[in-house]
T-cell receptor, first 115, second 110 residues
Framework: KAGVTQTPRYLIKTRGQQVTLSCSPISGHRSVSWYQQTPGQGLQFLFEYFSETQRNKGNFPGRFSGRQFSNSRSEMNVSTLELGDSALYLC???FGTGDSNQPQHFGDGTRLSIL | GQQVMQIPQYQHVQEGEDFTTYCNSSTTLSNIQWYKQRPGGHPVFLIQLVKSGEVKKQKRLTFQFGEAKKNSSLHITATQTTDVGTYFCAAHRNDYKLSFGAGTTVTVRA
């Protein structure tokens, strides 16, 4: 079974631009969560989608948004990029139904660098 | 802020020695999960603890959930170079939002 796939792996942008990251979950998984990982802040939860609906949201500004498609694939968008948005963006999937105590399966992440 | 506090932040271990990393919360947790992230890699799920006082073992790794379900520990015996990486604890609240601890980064001296 294929794992979680994130594209692109690396991205370089400049301040003020916007970016879209993509995540394909493990087949059968309907929940997709996004995390930002930086050396200073660790792993920070961005949001979680289930059945095309945002079910949970972290404490990030509105510049960070996402969506999920009917095939469970998810995209994350960051607008008006700032230097502080440089980070590894990780996507994780799980079945998402029933008990919330489910392990997260992570992709390799997208390394975003803002110049 | 983070729901769980993890200590120590860094652990430098001599190969063959044991060490423990701790995860603490001010509130009762419904469960605790542990992940390992190798350098340059992504977090990989190791184990989940749900019951009060639960202890689970994976070869040289022993995971424990406190009686009050407010703390957890990961103990590694006879550390090997393959144990290098960052170990995270993570906890759910009553939803699908997972809060990660800051992680313990382990380096091993051969």
């Amino acid at each position: 079974k294929a794992g979680v796939t994130q594209t692109p792996r690396y991205l370089i942008k400049t301040r003020g631009q916007q970016v879209t990251l993509s995540c394909s979950p493990i087949s059968g998984h309907r929940s997709v969560s996004w995390y930002q990982q930086t050396p200073g802040q660790g792993l920070q939860f961005l949001f979680e989608y289930f059945s095309e609906t945002q079910r949970n949201k972290g404490n990030f500004p509105g510049r960070f948004s996402g969506r999920q498609f009917s095939n469970s694939r998810s995209e994350m968008n960051v607008s008006t990029l700032e230097l502080g948005d440089s980070a590894l963006y990780l996507c994780a999937s799980s079945f998402g139904t029933g008990d919330s105590n489910q392990p997260q399966h992570f992709g390799d992440g997208t390394r975003l660098s803002i110049l | 802020g983070q729901q769980v506090m993890q200590i120590p932040q860094y652990q430098h271990v001599q190969e063959g020695e044991d060490f423990t990393t701790y995860c603490n919360s001010s509130t009762t947790l419904s469960n605790i999960q542990w992940y390992k992230q190798r350098p340059g890699g992504h977090p990989v799920f190791l184990i989940q603890l749900v019951k009060s006082g639960e202890v689970k073992k994976q070869k040289r790794l022993t995971f424990q959930f406190g009686e009050a379900k407010k703390n957890s520990s990961l103990h590694i015996t006879a550390t090997q170079t393959t144990d290098v990486g960052t170990y995270f604890c993570a906890a759910h609240r009553n939803d699908y939002k997972l809060s990660f601890g800051a992680g313990t980064t382990v380096t091993v001296r051969a």
